[in-house]
């Protein structure tokens, strides 16, 4: 990989070059800031850009940098020779004034591209409330800034990724080549050897037993296993009696605005006519026919809902008149919804394609965006401020009862037993295991592998119960005895002698295959079938075998009459091609576009494949120099 990166192109290094300054300029822009306010520099500040002040420490730093960098390119030993010749105070803030250009585009750039993001869209336009109410209701919640900062990383990767690509070009020569490659034909006929066929032949002695479990003694190792034990605290255990005050209910509702905002919806019936992914130009035709002579018989007074029950291929709303009930946009696919969203209460659509086919349309009702009243959504508020007061006090609990384990850890069921907690101790368990009953906490057992024995950790679950859990025991990773596994040693063996057996047979059968024994004379001596393909390309499936990589690479690399040998793990393959054809070219001159674009993309994938292959090098590289250190507790 580091010799790929250093082979690159000058463009490619360039480019990268370019990325890194840009990511240098994005950084700065997040730690300067922008300063609306105008007016000309003070006295002490050198200029004012964009109305944020330069001041003299910086202008001298970038003058001092540029002195230096012009020092050490044309060798002069004395700065007056030097300012003779260049301005260093213009050219310094000239390069003050293209970092802030650039930082101004940079955060234009930021804007559009969040602007453009359709969970902060309403109505097709950016909504500031609605980019504040999304980021909030992630979990955990995301400030505005993290998120932004997060954006423009992803826009500098990008950014990256497109400078190391752009240049990619092929020759007519490698689309030529490929073509050929790709539209050449063999057939061939084979017979299949497999370890199943020799089983009965095996014969094992102790001795060969015993040698095989030394060898391998690492595949009949028994993992590290836990023994966990656990207090569930569900949130109804802590809910109290608790009726809140008009002036609480009043003041959460209005911190909380928008999560009470109803977003514009419609009331939608549809008729679809499937189309699908693999239809021919005459099949979408055909449906599109059927769209249409609908569609007349609605516009001729038909009602909706029985045309529905009776041509709709949406087996979901057929019988229910084609009735999709109330949706606000986002759910359904861009020209459905656009149609939708558009077209005026009771009208029909035209009609409308989508990836599923063709549809009609007619909206039954309209709701626009609006904020539920506070009397429709007093009681909910008022049970989440009762919920929200019973996970303060159970979080309170639970930090209270893990202090207590920390300070004794030997006190778990001591101390269940003082709150009447049910204490569950598990069965061991190895990592890859799961605790029975516990689904709603899958990562339960990777935090408990993560902690000492007899440490102790919380987790939450989906329904806001709270779990406290303990590593009770731990098993120790051991190879088992000879004993304990002598029936998987003999199963193990007895396939690998099989597989050798089978792939040695197919090696001499070829070596008599190309001496000039007939394939069917082979098959015959183990009463197998010779199987005949008939013509296939490189990339085709194998006629009742599929995909088969090392198959289809023998094939092509033989020349006719030939035999040879293929594997795939328990099944070998002699075979012997009986026809080859060259690609034909007459349809070369319409595929080529496609085949240099399929080959340009080729290359880009393998450029950003070896630039991630990099960055991965380098990150392992920097976790082994403890540049990066992990928690184990959250990271496995």
Known sequence: MLQWMRQAQTWVIKGVLLAVVLAFVVTIFYQWGVRSSGGGPTRSEVATIFGEPVNVREFQRVYNGLQQRYRAILRAQSDMDLNERFNFREMALEQLATRAILLRLAQQELYDHIAGLAPFQEQGRFSPARYQAVLRSQVPPIAPRQFEAEQQQSLLLQKVSALLTEGVQVTDAEVEQTYRRDNEQVAVRYVMLTAPQFEAQVEMTDEELQSYYEAHKERYREPEQRQIRYVALPLQRFMQPYDPAAEEVNDYYNRHLESFQRPEQVWVRHIL????????????????????????????????????????????????????????????????????????????????????????????????????????????????????????????????????????????????????????????????????????????????????????????????????????????????????????????????????????????????????????????????????????????????????????????????????????????????VTEHQTADMQAYASDKPNYRKKLIDQKRQQIEFGFQQYLHAEYQKLRQQGEIVVNPQYVF
């Open 273 to 576: 006519f499937k189309v699908a992914s693999s239809a021919t130009t005459e099949q979408e035709e055909q449906a599109r026919a059927r769209a249409e002579a609908v569609l007349a018989s609605l516009r001729n007074g038909e009602d909706f809902a029985t045309m529905a029950k009776q041509y709709s291929e949406d087996t979901a709303t057929a019988e229910k008149g084609g009735d999709l009930g109330y949706f606000p946009r986002g759910q359904m696919v861009q020209p459905f919804e656009e149609v939708a969203f558009s077209l005026p209460l009771g009208e029909l659509s035209d009609v409308v394609r989508t990836p599923f086919g063709w549809h009609i349309l007619r909206v039954e009702d309209k709701r626009e965006a609006d904020t539920r009243p506070l009397a429709e959504v007093e009681a909910e508020i008022k049970e989440k401020l009762r919920e929200d007061k019973a996970r303060d006090a159970a979080a309170a609990f639970v930090d209270d009862f893990l202090s207590a384990l920390e300070a004794n850890p030997r006190q778990f069921a001591e101390l269940a037993g003082q709150h009447e907690l049910q204490l569950v101790t598990t069965p061991f368990i190895p990592a890859t295991g799961q605790v029975e009953g516990l689904a709603s906490l899958p990562d339960l057992v990777k935090h408990v592998f993560a902690l000492p024995e007899l440490g102790v950790d919380t987790l939450p679950g989906q329904d806001g119960t709270q779990y406290v859990f303990q590593t009770a025991a731990i098993r120790p990773s051991t190879i088992q005895e000879f004993n304990t596994v002598q029936d998987r040693i003999t199963q193990d063996l007895r396939a690998q002698k099989s597989m050798e057996r089978a792939r040695q047979q197919a090696e001499e059968w070829v070596t008599k295959g190309r001496a000039g024994t007939p394939l069917a004379e082979l098959a015959a001596e183990r009463s197998l079938e010779v199987v005949e393909t008939g013509l296939f390309k490189r990339r085709d499936p194998i006629p009742q075998l599929g995909q088969q990589a090392d198959f289809s690479r023998t094939a092509f690399s033989l020349k006719v009459d030939e035999v040879g040998a293929a594997h795939d793990g328990a099944r070998h393959f002699v075979l012997q």
